[in-house]
Nanobody
Framework: QVQLVESGGGPVQAGGSLRLSCVAS????????MNWYRQRPGKQRELVAA???????PYADDVKGRFNISMDSAKNMVVLQMNDLKPADTGVYFC???????????????????WGQGTQVTVST
C-alpha cells in the first residue's frame, strides 16, 4: 500500500508564494509520474502541473511562468513552488501519483493511481 502526504498549504495574500510538498511512502518500486491537481470552489478537479519519470513538466495555461514542479526521486517527493499567487488560485490542491509497487508489478505492467488528502490554498486580495 502507498500513502501520499501533502503539506504546505495555507492562507496567503495575492502576489505571495507558497511551496507545496508531497511525499509518497509504502511499497514503491517505481514512480511513473507525480502530479498536482486543484479543485476550485464550484469547479471540477483540474490538473495544475505534472512531472513524468522522463522529466517532462506540463502545466496548466494559467499557471505557466508562475508555478514550478520538481521531484526528488531519492525522497519520493514532489514539490510545487507557487509564485505570484492570485485569488483565482484558491482551492484544494491534491497530490496524485502513478506508482508501480513491486518488481513483479513492473514486469506485469501494473501501476496504480494514488491520491493525497488535499491541502487548502487560500489567496486573498
Amino acid at each position: 500500500q502507498v500513502q501520499l502526504v501533502e503539506s504546505g498549504g495555507g492562507p496567503v495574500q495575492a502576489g505571495g508564494s507558497l511551496r507545496l510538498s508531497c511525499v509518497a511512502s509504502g511499497t514503491i518500486f517505481l514512480i511513473n509520474n507525480m502530479n498536482w491537481y486543484r479543485q476550485r470552489p464550484g469547479k471540477q478537479r483540474e490538473l495544475v502541473a505534472a512531472i513524468t519519470s522522463g522529466g517532462d513538466t506540463p502545466y496548466a495555461d494559467d499557471v505557466k511562468g508562475r508555478f514550478n514542479i520538481s521531484m526528488d526521486s531519492a525522497k519520493n517527493m514532489v514539490v510545487l513552488q507557487m509564485n505570484d499567487l492570485k485569488p483565482a488560485d484558491t482551492g484544494v490542491y491534491f497530490c496524485n501519483a502513478a506508482i508501480t509497487g513491486t518488481y513483479e508489478d513492473y514486469m506485469r505492467g501494473i501501476e496504480l493511481d494514488y491520491w493525497g488528502q488535499g491541502t487548502q490554498v487560500t489567496v486573498s486580495t
